[in-house]
């Protein structure tokens, strides 16, 4: 069948092949290549896109829309439709990397020629690259490598990809799955990396100047990449490189009809530009506003754990980033000159701050200090801290004393629920020192083992007029008169105090000891921003807003939640203005001097707590309430049974009350967060219920063994040494896995990575009872 040698033939004609022959052979090499060609595109599939190329971080953003951080996934990408990708970032692509993009079959016949002929030379097989070819390279090979067989394999995928799906969906594809430089992968990410906007908002010499990062952005980025190659990749050399590349591309866009000639003459210089990012994004303040806005969404079922790890989600939060700066600033300020570790060891070492901001019109979170360093102090000290709140607590008491009013003492329980009278801030109750506290019909209050109750006064100091020591109510909030709040609060019914908290925004699982009268002044221990978020409903007049985090969160699809305003009146505007305008008299001329501001009305409480052991400065304007907290607790949070530890000493100073550090903090940072908004006054408040006037008949101080006494003084509750009249651990936190903290939201259980975890709260001491519940995701959900 093939005669070669020809037969027959003699000398060179021997040796010639015949027509038949080449015609022969040429015909068997096509169809053996058409052949392979067949069996290898029939046996090869369109591949899933690899779940590398699907990788993506959440990203971010302030109150103002600038990106605060994207975070959550190992790659830096966010997928994005193609509708909102300009036009302009398609045809840049196009006219650089594959005019024939719109038409082409996904290969280019002479790019594969020039790769061929290169592997047959040695070289590499680079070259050749349509944008589907590169977007099969990217997105769907996980063999990366420079051979032969991952080219052919390339060039058949490639062909059936270009069969198989449309130049949109590859497109798409592609400008998400590209890497841009700077650790963005897709186009979302780089307008973020490069311009700090949404990919949807570049303009034609943004968009050229990305599509030449595409080249190799080591050699492209105006930032330089000294780092890798000192001289070849310096700002200089590849700021000219990339604005060559960039004035290419816009004459291609041109010549390609894909650019008005008018539009090209804008761009002659490289864009402005931003900085790259530091590393360490989740260092100082912001790996807490992380954490916090994912405890929100988890614990209100927005987004699961799973799906915020699958990424790809832009988180609009609430916080301001003037607040959050000034916050923590006012924090150091603080820090800085006064708390000396090395100095003090003993009395200044383990002293941590917590803070929030909560608008009081919407009940968004503005600023938080959570600690020194959220990737080295991973507790969010504003979100839970276990820290008891003391006097600050004595407004909620005389929101229900106007809001229900004190029981008829000569009634029965059932009916005296009923009977009640209102009462007024011109109120009188006895200011005394060891006061016998009562329960409302007279009755002396007795503990479970019989003994009485003795209510002692910051300094064992008497208020008021002998001998009955009587003192109103405005006065005693001035002073923060503890016997004056703790009876008040049994006249009321303590658990009228505990509902009138509740409706302010506290959570019931962060409130202690709430059948003893020393819950009045604050053995419990509410998050600085559950704080904030209650007194603020003060300041809007009994509206109350749950605090939040988050106000929106869009997907590559679309929005997937938006924040929508559940305001409840919580206490009628003649309650709310009139506890404002007692606390008014605390800053103007009481406890809270430290905190009045310029030009500005304020209204506020301080509060110090057993052992001197914790301090707080919790006040508002109309515009912003803000709570300062200040302890001392070991930072190691790997450790059991942390404590608390006194403060006398700390700072130098004899002890800590809420109107040293705290309101200084106070003081300095509301004064820069509301810089530039016009001064509001607080609504004149209606005049309010009767003055009661039932102040018991002093009576001797008795000797310790026939009662028990409150612990000397500015705390709420009882030395251990003396009765205790809170819950013990004993009876909450029997077994140690009980002991370590609900951690009933604030912190992300789902496995996600924001870079900050809560760690398992401090186990309450005996001496305090002190439950350490977790406030955390208490924005608004389920949990604390």
Same mark, same amino acid.
Request: negative net charge.
């Given at each position: ?19 038949? *022959? ?185 968009? !050229? ?164 360093? !959220? ?8 979100? !839970? ?102 009876? *008040? ?50 300041? !809007? ?82 515009? *912003? ?160």
């Amino acid at each position: 069948m093939i005669d070669y040698p020809r037969a027959g033939k003699y000398g060179v004609a021997r040796w010639v092949p015949s027509w038949k *022959l080449v015609t022969g052979l040429f015909i068997s090499f096509f169809g053996g290549m058409v052949a392979v060609a067949g069996v290898g595109y029939a046996l090869v599939s369109v591949p899933n896109v690899d779940e590398t190329a699907n990788a993506q971080n959440n990203v971010y953003y302030w109150a103002n829309g600038s990106e605060m951080v994207a975070t959550g996934g190992e790659t830096n990408r966010q997928n994005i439709n193609l509708t909102q990708i300009p036009k302009a970032m398609q045809y840049a692509v196009i006219s650089q990397e594959n005019k024939t993009f719109e038409t082409d079959s996904g290969i280019d016949p002479k790019g594969i020629a020039r790769a061929v002929f290169n592997m047959a030379r040695g070289g590499e097989t680079q070259g050749g690259s349509t944008i589907t070819q590169q977007y099969v390279k990217n997105a769907m090979l996980n063999d990366q490598s420079q051979t032969v067989s991952r080219k052919f394999k390339e060039i058949f995928v490639s062909v059936k990809v270009g069969a198989k799906l449309s130049k949109d969906d590859i497109m798409e594809g592609y400008l998400n799955s590209a890497y841009y430089g700077r650790g963005a992968y897709g186009i979302q990410a780089a307008a973020r990396a490069y311009f700090d906007k949404e990919a949807v908002d570049l303009n034609e010499g943004q968009c !050229a100047f990305l599509a030449a990062m595409l080249k190799g952005a080591t050699y492209y980025d105006p930032a330089g990449s000294t780092s890798i190659d000192p001289s070849g990749a310096s700002p200089e050399a590849n700021s000219k490189r990339a604005l060559r590349q960039m004035q290419d591309t816009l004459d291609k866009m041109v010549e390609y009809k894909h650019l008005d000639p008018a539009v090209r003459a804008k761009y002659t210089k490289l864009p402005d530009w931003k900085n790259p990012r530091s590393n360490n994004q989740l260092s100082g303040q912001v790996g807490y506003l992380v954490d916090l806005a994912k405890a929100y969404l988890i614990n209100n079922d927005i987004v699961s754990a799973d799906r915020l790890q699958q990424g790809g989600l832009s988180i609009y939060t609430t916080f301001d980033k003037k607040k959050v700066d000034e916050l923590e600033k006012s924090v150091q300020k603080v820090r800085k000159a006064n708390i000396k570790p090395k100095e003090r060891p003993k009395t200044d070492k383990y002293v941590q701050f917590g803070g929030a901001s909560v608008d009081p019109a919407t009940g968004a979170i503005k600023a938080i200090y959570g600690g020194e360093d !959220a990737t080295k102090h991973f507790t969010n000290n504003a979100d !839970a801290t276990g820290a008891q709140v003391g006097s600050t607590f004595k407004p909620f008491v005389l929101a229900a004393a106007m809001k229900w009013g004190v029981r008829d003492p000569d009634l029965g329980e059932s009916q005296a629920q009923d009977e009640r009278t209102v009462v007024s801030p011109k109120s009188l109750f006895s200011g005394e020192n060891d006061l016998k506290i009562k329960t409302y019909d007279g009755a002396i209050w007795k503990n479970e083992e019989g003994k009485e109750w003795l209510q002692e006064n910051d300094g064992q100091q008497s208020y008021g007029t002998p001998p009955k020591y009587n003192i109103d109510l405005r006065e005693a909030m001035r002073e923060s008169v503890n016997s004056a709040f703790v009876q *008040l609060g049994m006249d009321v019914g303590l658990d009228k105090v505990k509902e009138a908290a509740m409706d302010a925004g506290l959570k019931e699982n962060s409130l202690a000891g709430t059948s003893f009268p020393s819950f009045s002044i604050g053995i419990s221990d509410p998050s600085a921003i559950r704080m904030a978020g209650a007194y603020a409903t003060f300041a !809007a007049s009994g509206e109350q807003r749950e605090p939040f985090s988050v106000a929106k969160v869009t997907g590559k699809d679309g929005p997937i939640y938006t924040h929508k305003d559940k305001t409840t009146q919580a206490f009628d505007a003649k309650v709310a203005d009139n506890v404002t305008d007692v606390l008014k008299t605390v800053v103007e001329k009481g406890t809270g001097t430290n905190a009045q501001l310029s030009d500005r009305e304020v209204a506020g409480k301080t509060g110090t707590t057993d052992g001197n052991k914790s301090a707080w400065f919790v006040g508002y304007t109309p515009q *912003l309430s803000t709570s300062i907290a200040m302890f001392r607790l070991d930072d190691d949070e790997t450790k059991k049974n942390r404590e608390f530890l006194e403060m006398f000493g700390t700072g130098g100073q004899e002890k800590i009350h809420g109107a040293s550090f705290p309101s200084e903090i106070w003081h300095d940072y509301m004064e820069q967060a509301l810089k530039g908004t016009k001064p509001e006054p607080f609504p004149t408040p209606e005049p309010i219920g009767e003055i009661v006037n039932d102040v018991p008949t002093p009576t001797p101080t008795p000797t310790p063994t026939e009662t028990a006494s409150a612990s000397p003084t500015p705390s709420p509750s009882p030395s251990e040494s003396q009765t205790s009249p809170s819950p013990t651990p004993t009876e909450s936190c029997q077994f140690d896995w009980q002991c370590t903290g609900a951690d009933d939201g604030g912190t992300d259980n789902g496995g996600t990575d924001g870079g900050v975890t809560s760690t398992p709260t401090v186990t309450p001491t005996g001496e305090n009872g002190n439950n350490g519940n977790n406030n955390g995701g208490i924005f608004g959900g389920p949990a604390g």
